[in-house]
């Protein structure tokens, strides 16, 4: 009884706040993973967004409300060379936003791991 409390807590607790790398401009991952931020409601949303333009790059991650990340989501175009722009959503964890196409996999890997502990407390 008392893991399923704890395991509850753990799952539970990411909903109440979330805590995001932010950065208003960095040339790479790295650089731009110095600052966190306690995002407050209605933000409930690590946002990443990934400006391409030849080789210069820049970074930008900030707390966002689902419905802003989505919209600028799907949105987001990158051409034929390579230039653009790509932004990323992640609300599964504190500080998910580490890198776009890790936080991307291991969202898919919690959502799983959620599905299969709340299958185990039901029983």
């Known amino acids: 009884m008392l893991l399923r409390l704890f395991l509850l ?4 607790s990411p909903v109440l706040s979330l805590d995001c ?6 040339a790479t991952n ?3 993973n110095q600052n966190t931020q306690e995002c407050q409601a209605p933000l409930d949303t690590c946002m990443t967004t990934i400006d391409i333009l030849g080789a ?4 930008v991650k900030q707390c966002a409300s689902l419905a802003t990340c989505t ?5 987001a175009t990158v051409d034929s060379n390579g ?7 992640c609300n599964s964890f504190n500080l998910c936003n580490f890198s ?6 291991i969202h898919s890997v919690l959502l799983l791991l959620t599905a299969g502990v709340l299958f ?3 029983r």
């Open 30 to 32: 790295d650089e731009c």
């Open 83 to 89: 230039n653009g722009n790509i932004v990323n959503c």
């Open 21 to 26: 790398y932010v950065c208003s401009s960095s």
């Open 56 to 59: 210069t790059t820049a970074i």
């Open 9 to 12: 807590a753990v799952l539970i």
């Open 71 to 75: 919209g600028a989501s799907s949105s």
């Open 120 to 122: 185990l407390l039901s």
């Open 100 to 105: 776009g196409a890790e936080s991307i996999h």
